[in-house]
């Protein structure tokens, strides 16, 4: 059984349809990138399986359990990471986390447990008493990675965790997931990076005008452009993901 | 509603609060400065001397009357006199120095005494005053009356130009051909008895001749919370103060939580099982303790620097406390409600704090407003959090004066948070 069980999703803002009827489904222990482009509703389809919005149809299943409601249990089995740096700059790396623990119903030990493993996980231990706005981007984005863990989810969704970091850190983060999905953890990863993807991911869900257009592994989806047939691509050779995206969702631009 | 979220909000907030040392500044250290200037204004003198307001007198009669008019300026507990002649005294009004300056004109005192008993023609009193304080002009022109009807009277009724006045009058009466006899008769008979009296009372008016003085006295009880408790302005300026800089700390948390949306923290408290009450519960109960804390330090200091009493009930004190304390919080969660933008909520939220607060009477009392206005300020929370501080502390009022302020500070509250809950942008997508 799926871990994260996503079904027909709906979600419309007016007149404007974010999200048209996306299904897809993701394994423990399974990386799954959610491509697409500028405004495709990649960001409202994490929203929606977060709990952060809720969906106008369709459902979210975790662990074949209907998420449903602010308060719901299953909402422990979910971590997030968010675009935005989501700390409080004026608190340390700590004093975050302590508080973003508590919001999972974590205390004493438990939490002082929690937040040492995941602090040592993000190379951030030494610097745990230290006020976030002292950090450089790296480390605020790693930290914000570590916010996400703190809960110890089953499922870690993380929207665009990269943005704006060095290539060291950028590094680090990817050994953190891959250690997280040896440790069977279900990652779902928007990005607009298809090296990332390319590195990352076990399947790719691509999604264009609020609908899912492909859900495929690297290799299928090279085969299915190869198939077609691509300027540009020498006959037999495998066309690399970011032409494989143009292909899929066109070159004109998205705002 | 889950507690460890919950305390886990209200201590994050609390500590995000106290690591901004210019919110703490603002919140904590302004009201006291600003309260003090104000109540120093409005307490009044602790001695029981009224403020004496600075008057010029330009006398230029040199009369019997005219220096009783000066006499009697000079000696009223209420001025400071000071004698000049006219362009300086026209000058030093001018200039702000002076509120007031009295010009009795040459021949007014004659002329006065002709006014005061036949159809002569009224003579002038000059007043130059200063026009951005027509409240002293007021209370000279009353104290000027009183003096300058003493010093005629008396002056007509036992002094020289009384007598001089009556010996004109008798060869007029007994020569009018307007009267009839039995008038005439009557009128003689009268003047020649003020003469008679005139002439065995010592020449000069004498010390038994006191003219007209005023036919009563007055006692005066200020009902401040007990006997010869005096009123303490600083009590009302620091009720005022702490009000007005609750309310933008708490405009301050409202658009701190906008902030928070911003930076996607808000993403952050949504994805986690926590309900919308206690997210928004949390909210109130930092902002209030905040609050109270203000509250709480402004009356501290008002009380060990100025003397301040809770003279009323100390439980209807701090429920009104709480209340406000309340209603504040809700009032910073509603701007996060309502508010579009952090630069556009804090903008707008400023102007309507200072209305709250100006209308409420943070300022200056409530009284000194039209009736109407009076009226409509009962739909200002401020009003209410004033006057119920007002009732606990100076007014020395019971439990009972706590009633009214603590429901309609409560109502307010709810209101407030009813609003926000509704129109909480709680979608985060």
Known sequence: ?????????????????????????????????????NGAGKTTTVSM?????????????????????????????????????????????RENLRFFGALFGLSGGALDKAMASTLELVGLADRARDLVKTFSGGMKRRLNLAAGL?????????????????????????????????????????????????????????????????????????????????????????????????????????? | MAFTPLAAMVRKDLKLFFSDRRSVIVSFLVPIAIASFFGSLFNGPRTGEPA?????????????ISKAIVAGFGADRNLKLTSAEAETARDSVRRGRTAVAVIVPKGFGEAAGAAFF?????????????????????????????HVMEAVSKEMFGGAQGRKY?????????????MSPQQKQLLLQMLRSVQGFYNQAPSGGGSSARGITMPYSVKEEAMTSGANVAYNGYAHSFAGMGIQFLLFAMANLGVEMLLERQRGLWKRLRSAPVSRLTLLAGKVLSGALISLM????????????????????????????VACALMASTFGVLVAALGNSPATARGVTTLAVLMMVMLGGAWVPTFIF????????????????????????????????????????????ALFALVAAIRFRWEEA
């Not at chain 1, 690297?218 to 198939?227: D, I, P």
């Open chain 2, 118 to 146: 036949g159809d002569g023609a009224k003579p002038q009193l000059e007043m130059l005053y200063d026009p951005s304080r027509a409240t002293e002009l007021a209370m000279v022109r009353g104290i000027m009356t009183q």
């Open chain 2, 370 to 413: 039209p009736a109407w206005l009076q009226q409509f300020t009962l739909i200002v929370p401020v009003r209410w959090a004033v006057d119920g501080l007002d009732a606990m502390t100076w007014r020395g009022i019971g439990l009972s004066g706590a009633a009214a302020p603590v429901i309609a500070l409560l109502g307010f509250a």
């Open chain 1, 1 to 37: 059984m799926a871990i994260l069980d996503v079904r027909q999703l709906r979600k419309s803002f007016g007149a404007l349809v974010a999200v048209d009827g996306v299904s897809f489904t993701l394994q423990a222990g399974q990386l799954v990138g959610l491509l697409g482009p």
């Open chain 1, 49 to 93: 399986i977060a709990g952060l919005a809720a969906p106008d149809g369709g459902e979210v299943l975790i662990a074949g359990k209907r998420l449903a409601g602010d308060t719901d249990p299953g909402k422990r089995r979910v971590g997030l990471v968010p675009q935005d740096l989501a700390l409080y700059e004026e608190l340390s790396a």
């Open chain 2, 166 to 178: 009556v010996e004109q009058t008798l060869p007029q009466v007994e020569s009018s051909a307007t």
């Open chain 1, 150 to 255: 703190l809960h110890d989810p089953d499922i870690l969704l993380l929207d665009e965790p990269t943005v704006g970091v060095d290539p060291q850190s950028r590094n680090a983060i990817f050994d953190n997931l891959e250690a997280l999905k040896r440790a069977g953890k279900a990652l779902l990863y928007t990005t607009h990076y298809m090296e990332e993807a390319e590195r990352l991911a076990d399947r790719i869900v691509v999604i264009d005008h609020g609908k899912v257009i492909a859900d495929d592994t690297l290799g299928g989806l090279q085969a299915r452009v190869n198939v077609a047939g691509v300027a540009g691509v020498a006959g037999g050779a495998k066309a690399n993901l970011e032409t494989v995206f143009l292909t899929l969702t066109g070159r004109s631009l998205r705002d």
């Open chain 2, 52 to 64: 004496k307001i600075n008057v010029m007198v330009v006398d230029q009669d040199d009369s019997a």
């Open chain 2, 294 to 321: 203000i509250v709480g330090v402004c009356f501290a200091f008002a009380m060990a620097v100025f003397g301040v009493r809770i003279s009323g009930s100390v439980a209807g004190f701090a429920a009104v406390a």
